[in-house]
T-cell receptor, first 111, second 116 residues
Framework: EDQVTQSPEALRLQEGESSSLNCSYT??????LFWYRQDPGKGPEFLFT???AGEEKEKERLKATLTKKESFLHITAPKPEDSATYLC????????????FGSGTRLQVQP | NAGVTQTPKFQVLKTGQSMTLQCAQD?????MYWYRQDPGMGLRLIYYSASEGTTDKGEVPNGYNVSRLNKREFSLRLESAAPSQTSVYFCASSEYKGTSVIYEQYFGPGTRLTVT
């Protein structure tokens, strides 16, 4: 059974305190791994797609990396506006379009 | 561009009532999706439409029906609402050019549904 597990469930950081969020997956035939940001009361906002192990993507203070078993979202010198829930999702190597989502990591950055 | 829009934003239903959630996208995407989000369970796919004229079941289709009205619009219908369908419903869309290429999905703002 496909599984996506995100850790920690919640993370509280001080402004400027760098950290990493983890997304581990057990999926046969991974086609892509996606990171989304979700603010309270809003829909998920697309951040990154990673396609193969060793790939890295960056956007402002965020950097996503991918191995054969997990992905990390590194947050460098976070600001309070980075506070959100970060979701990880995977797509399998089939014709179906379904994404399998993790439960997310709730990040709070305090000033 | 508005992206993906959903109506209504909030809805309260009594058990047994029916309703239709509306979704539209203006990005000229071929594929559209309906998800539900419940605390601690992540987003789960209800139905999707790979392209206009086709629909397929997702992970949790029971109790729902969908209609791909045209390329822009994809509606989700609850024929007889149950308390277990209390959730936040998200519509999403993506490009689709065959199974060899995957594209990110873009989400709407959600509909918060309570069934009493």
């Amino acid at each position: 059974e496909d599984q996506v597990t995100q850790s920690p469930e919640a993370l509280r950081l001080q402004e400027g305190e760098s950290s990493s969020l983890n997304c581990s997956y057990t999926v046969s035939g991974l086609r892509g791994l996606f990171w989304y940001r979700q603010d309270p009361g809003k829909g998920p906002e697309f951040l990154f797609t990673l396609y193969s192990a060793g790939e890295e993507k960056e956007k402002e203070r965020l950097k996503a990396t991918l191995t054969k078993k997990e992905s990390f979202l590194h947050i460098t010198a976070p600001k309070p506006e980075d506070s959100a829930t970060y979701l990880c999702a995977v797509q399998k190597d089939t014709g179906r379009r379904a994404l399998t989502f993790g439960s997310g990591t709730r990040l709070q950055v305090q000033p | 561009n508005a992206g993906v829009t959903q109506t209504p934003k909030f809805q309260v239903l009594k058990t047994g009532q029916s309703m239709t959630l509306q979704c539209a996208q203006d990005m000229n995407h071929n594929s559209m999706y309906w998800y539900r989000q419940d605390p601690g369970m992540g987003l789960r796919l209800i139905y999707y439409s790979a392209s206009e004229g086709t629909t397929d079941k997702g992970e949790v289709p029971n109790g729902y029906n969908v209609s791909r009205l045209n390329k822009r619009e994809f509606s989700l219908r609850l024929e007889s609402a149950a308390p277990s369908q209390t959730s936040v419903y998200f519509c999403a869309s993506s490009e689709y050019k065959g199974t060899s290429v995957i594209y990110e999905q873009y989400f709407g703002p959600g509909t918060r549904l309570t069934v009493t």
